[in-house]
């Protein structure tokens, strides 16, 4: 079965970084019990190079983030450059990548320029995605294919309240065969959950 685990440190890689990835399944869990290892993230760009695995990396990542509510919808574009597209983490954390509307306008940002919160979420879910199609048989896939077991702590760090009520929907609609389980200390982040999804954990005074 497939596991990943998200703490709460969640950047985006630095620029040209090329990951190891000899034990991916131990590598992936390792963020959630160790705050200084790196996401692979962006990185996995570097990873599959010029392969088929590349352009399928790029274009799930598009369809996980773009349109899809994951992120505010003033992000409306993650430019994908040349017949290739994306070829190395560097491609996206340094050349204008994503497309902000900002008034009437749409400015072309750098990932690293983005505010922490859309860093954060796309840096997760780029390292989710960069996960499973290393362990695919096929790069034909999409993000509703996905299957397995998602874990991070403090799921709407740096979000905004109104992002906050609606990344649980956008995630579930997104990636609908995966299942979440994620702590949040905001009652907002519950607005889209019933009862019996939610389960409060406090300390015993006794013990």
Not at 14 to 27: F, K, T, Y
Not at 58 to 81: C, F, G, H, Q, Y
Not at 89 to 96: G, P, T
């Amino acid at each position: 079965m497939f596991v990943i685990g998200y703490g709460v440190q969640r950047f985006l890689p630095e620029s040209g970084r090329v990951p190891d990835l000899a034990r991916p399944s131990v590598d992936r869990m390792k963020p959630l019990f160790d705050s200084s290892y790196p996401l692979t993230s962006t990185s996995f760009l570097s990873h599959f190079g010029q392969k088929k695995k590349a352009l399928a990396y790029s274009k799930i990542l598009k369809s996980a983030v773009i349109n899809t509510d994951v992120l505010p919808n003033d992000i409306n574009d993650l430019e994908m450059r040349g017949q290739g597209g994306v070829s190395k983490a560097s491609d996206l954390l340094e050349r204008n990548r994503f497309h902000q509307k900002m008034g009437k306008d749409i400015v072309q940002i750098p990932g690293m320029d983005l505010a922490h919160g859309y860093q954060s979420t796309i840096a997760w879910i780029a390292d989710l995605v960069g996960h499973i199609l290393l362990e695919a048989e096929s790069a034909n896939m999409n993000p509703e294919d996905f299957e397995g077991l998602v874990l991070i702590d403090e799921i709407d760090l740096y979000l905004h309240p109104k992002w906050q009520a609606r990344l649980i929907p956008a995630l579930r609609s997104t990636f609908p065969k995966l299942q979440f389980i994620a702590t949040t200390h905001r009652p907002v982040a519950l607005a889209a959950l019933s009862p019996s999804e939610i389960i409060r954990v406090q300390s015993d005074p006794r013990t």
